[in-house]
């Protein structure tokens, strides 16, 4: 076999032939799966169920943690894996990667699936093919000790010009403070929640905005109460549009799996309310402003 003809050559060539092909010593059904997107409907759903689902994810608990031993969990991992094994796909691999660099990375296919808590908004709603939501959560702000600026809304720091406000590259929450017509040199990237954390503690930022839930994870920062004027933050697994066949198979047994009780216990797990969610939808999330 010429040594430079590739798997997708060498598999058009067996597929032309209606033959299994034997790969690297193991036999894998021939697809016709391009990689980056199914094609004739199933082509994501046959290739997870040989090869397993690449799955995105920030490792910010409660939304996702990369156990030590290489286990992804997590609240939106979690319901992914069982939603994944109703469907015949029983490996799940995590990937973590920046909130910016997620959807990219689905669009390159080097991942095939967001499971990380990556907020609905428009302009994410236009990029890629969300399931119905898996939870529904809140904003706060990560402060000093005792809050002496007293930050509580997002008006508090649009109003107070002198304010600098840490974010995670690319995520919601930058959104929200460009929504709101904040100067950019006051939106503070930080690398994740411990290097918000830790941007806080040398004073080098007055406030950290991230999930209420993300921000309760860490020891050393005071969190103010969920901010009433921040937009709704609700999330599912997110895919490629071309997967579309997968998106809707996968919604049908969520939305099965959202009926039982085994999902508001995974919820609940992880410190969600399972009631917030009950009713919320896609087409409601994906309203959201930037
Ligand atoms: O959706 C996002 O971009 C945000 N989601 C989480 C769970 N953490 C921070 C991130 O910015």
Do not use: H
């Given at each position: 076999m010429d040594a430079n003809i590739s798997r997708r050559q060498l598999f058009r060539g067996a597929l032309a032939l209606g033959g299994v092909v034997a790969v690297g010593g193991s036999l894998a059904a021939c697809s016709t799966t391009e990689p980056g997107g199914s094609q004739s409907g199933g082509g994501l759903l046959d290739r997870a169920k040989q090869e397993g689902l690449r799955v995105?994810?920030?490792?910010?608990?409660?939304?996702?943690?990369?156990?030590?031993?290489?286990?992804?969990?997590?609240?939106?991992?979690?319901?992914?894996?069982?939603?994944c094994?109703?469907?015949g796909i029983d490996k799940i691999e995590?990937i973590?990667?920046?909130?910016?660099?997620?959807?990219?990375?689905?669009?390159a296919n080097r991942w095939d699936?967001?499971?990380?808590?990556?907020?609905?908004?428009?302009?994410?709603?236009?990029?890629?093919?969300?399931?119905?939501?898996?939870?529904?959560?809140?904003?706060?702000?990560?402060?000093?000790?005792?809050?002496?600026?007293?930050?509580?809304?997002?008006?508090?720091?649009?109003?107070?010009?002198?304010?600098?406000?840490?974010?995670?590259?690319?995520?919601?929450?930058?959104?929200?403070?460009?929504?709101?017509?904040?100067?950019?040199?006051?939106?503070?990237?930080?690398?994740?929640?411990?290097?918000?954390?830790?941007?806080?503690?040398?004073?080098?930022?007055?406030?950290?905005?991230?999930?209420?839930?993300?921000?309760?994870?860490?020891?050393?920062?005071?969190?103010?109460?969920?901010?009433?004027?921040?937009?709704?933050?609700?999330?599912?697994?997110?895919?490629?549009?071309d997967d579309?066949?997968f998106?809707?198979?996968?919604?049908?047994?969520?939305?099965?799996?959202?009926?039982?009780?085994?999902?508001?216990?995974?919820?609940?797990?992880?410190?969600?309310?399972?009631?917030?969610?009950?009713?919320?939808?896609?087409?409601?999330?994906?309203?959201?402003?930037?």
């Amino acid at each position: 076999m010429d040594a430079n003809i590739s798997r997708r050559q060498l598999f058009r060539g067996a597929l032309a032939l209606g033959g299994v092909v034997a790969v690297g010593g193991s036999l894998a059904a021939c697809s016709t799966t391009e990689p980056g997107g199914s094609q004739s409907g199933g082509g994501l759903l046959d290739r997870a169920k040989q090869e397993g689902l690449r799955v995105a994810i920030g490792n910010e608990p409660p939304y996702t943690q990369l156990d030590p031993d290489g286990t992804v969990t997590g609240v939106e991992p979690d319901v992914l894996k069982v939603v994944c094994a109703r469907m015949g796909i029983d490996k799940i691999e995590g990937i973590t990667t920046g909130y910016d660099a997620m959807i990219p990375g689905l669009m390159a296919n080097r991942w095939d699936v967001i499971a990380a808590g990556l907020f609905m908004k428009k302009s994410r709603c236009a990029e890629v093919a969300y399931a119905s939501p898996v939870i529904v959560s809140t904003e706060s702000f990560g402060v000093q000790p005792g809050n002496p600026e007293n930050i509580r809304t997002i008006a508090d720091v649009t109003d107070r010009k002198e304010l600098r406000v840490g974010v995670v590259p690319g995520g919601f929450e930058q959104g929200i403070l460009e929504e709101a017509g904040i100067r950019a040199d006051r939106i503070i990237n930080v690398t994740d929640a411990r290097g918000g954390a830790d941007a806080l503690g040398a004073n080098r930022i007055d406030a950290f905005l991230l999930p209420t839930l993300s921000l309760r994870e860490l020891a050393d920062v005071e969190v103010t109460a969920p901010i009433e004027d921040a937009p709704k933050t609700g999330s599912s697994a997110a895919f490629r549009p071309d997967d579309q066949d997968f998106v809707d198979a996968y919604t049908e047994e969520l939305e099965k799996f959202k009926t039982e009780p085994e999902f508001a216990e995974i919820l609940e797990k992880w410190g969600f309310d399972p009631t917030v969610v009950a009713g919320v939808t896609r087409y409601e999330l994906c309203s959201v402003d930037g």
